[in-house]
């Protein structure tokens, strides 16, 4: 039973930096691949940023150059840098697993969610 909790949320003007961590506990994600989602208000829940275990990324093209995602196996830590932040980029930012899987685009090929951080930029 594993569980994540993702953390570094916040009210940011436009331009500014934010940086979230997800982190796990219950068991280890090491070789799962990892990767940060979000849902803005009435909007359907969309991909961002996946890592594989050994540390691949793929990024949603809006979010390409300006977010960056990264892990620490070892600590059982998945996080997003997230620059040149856009009001269109609030959302409520949720990570989730994908046991010994690859990087996925669709929420549904997930296996564990943590409960969300909301990120609010401000025009």
């Known amino acids: 039973q594993g569980q994540l909790v993702e953390s570094g949320g916040g009210l940011v003007q436009a331009g500014g930096s934010l940086r979230l961590t997800c982190a796990g506990s219950?068991?280890?994600?090491?070789?799962?691949?990892m990767a940060w989602f979000r849902q803005g208000q009435g909007k359907q829940r969309e991909f961002v940023a996946g890592?594989?275990?050994?540390?691949?990324?793929y990024y949603a093209d809006i979010v390409k150059g300006r977010f960056t995602i990264s892990r620490d196996s070892a600590k059982n830590m998945v996080y997003l840098q997230m620059d040149s932040l856009k009001p269109e980029d609030t959302a409520a930012y949720y990570c989730?697993?994908?046991?010994?899987?690859?990087?996925?685009?669709?929420?549904?090929?997930?296996?564990?969610w943590g409960p969300g951080t909301q990120v609010t930029v401000s025009s």
């Open positions: 989730a697993a994908i046991r010994d899987g690859h990087i996925a685009t669709a929420a549904i090929a997930y296996d564990y």
């Open positions: 219950g068991r280890d994600f090491a070789r799962d691949a």
């Open positions: 890592i594989t275990y050994i540390g691949g990324t």
